[in-house]
């Protein structure tokens, strides 16, 4: 009797043990379901963000070829004034941001123009941005990176080639008449498209050189 007592004792307890083991591994494969199903719902969301901006930016940089801008006044990083045409005088690639633009979508464009201009020469790239006050500028410039040796000049003005979505950063060619050219708006979610266009730049202006030569 006593045998019998014990052995179902001993099962109760392995049943229960069971039990509670199989409540916790289910419990387990329920919320690692749900943790996946909530970063595939997250991932196909920030894939949606993705094609709808470069949705916009597509129209957007189609809107703008061919726009004239005005001759903006520009200040130089001692402070004294010039015009948009003075700086735009030859071939050169221009770089327009705000100081209200997205930071990780313009600084690592930055990065890569003094690589481009290491290639190409520094003196066919031209970086504006927009600073109310001269103050703020100066604290952009304090922040660049040692090595950086770009053209760069302030503008107090916003460039208003858009009704709307003027804060976003601009890399183009401007005409004579300062007509908008070959424009790539650079944003952190067309990172391969913006490097492909560098990759064009680079080889339109070395192109231009090899026929200058020749």
């Given at each position: 009797m006593k045998r019998q007592i014990v052995f179902l004792t001993t099962l109760s307890f392995a049943l229960i043990i069971y039990l509670v083991y199989d409540v916790h591994s289910k419990r387990i494969i329920i919320e690692n379901y749900k943790n996946q199903n909530e970063e595939l719902?997250?991932?196909?969301?920030?894939?949606?963000?993705?094609?709808?901006n470069i949705t916009i930016l597509s129209k957007l940089q189609h809107f703008a070829e061919g726009h004239n801008l005005e001759?903006?006044?520009?200040?130089?990083?001692?402070?004294?004034?010039?015009?948009?045409?003075?700086?735009?005088?030859?071939?050169?690639?221009?770089y327009y941001f705000s100081e209200q633009g997205c930071q990780v979508c313009y600084q690592p464009f930055l990065k890569k123009l003094v690589e481009l201009s290491k290639k190409i020469?520094?003196?066919?790239?031209?970086?504006i941005g927009k600073f109310e006050e001269r103050r703020s500028f100066k604290?952009?410039?304090q922040d660049l990176t040692s090595n950086n040796d770009l053209t760069i000049y302030q503008t107090k003005t916003e460039f208003n080639i858009y009704?709307?979505?003027?804060?976003?950063?601009?890399?183009?060619?401007?005409?004579?008449?300062?007509?908008?050219n070959n424009i790539c708006i650079t944003d952190k979610s067309n990172t391969e498209l913006s490097a492909d266009y560098l990759k064009l730049i680079e080889k339109k202006f070395n192109n231009s050189t090899s026929s200058q030569v020749e």
């Open positions: 719902q997250n991932l196909n969301a920030e894939q949606s963000y993705v094609l709808e001759n903006y006044t520009l200040y130089t990083t001692d402070g004294d004034s010039c015009e948009l045409k003075d700086v735009c005088k030859g071939e050169k690639l221009i020469g520094k003196e066919h790239i031209v970086v604290l952009f410039l009704p709307e979505y003027n804060e976003y950063a601009l890399a183009f060619q401007v005409t004579k008449d300062l007509a908008i």
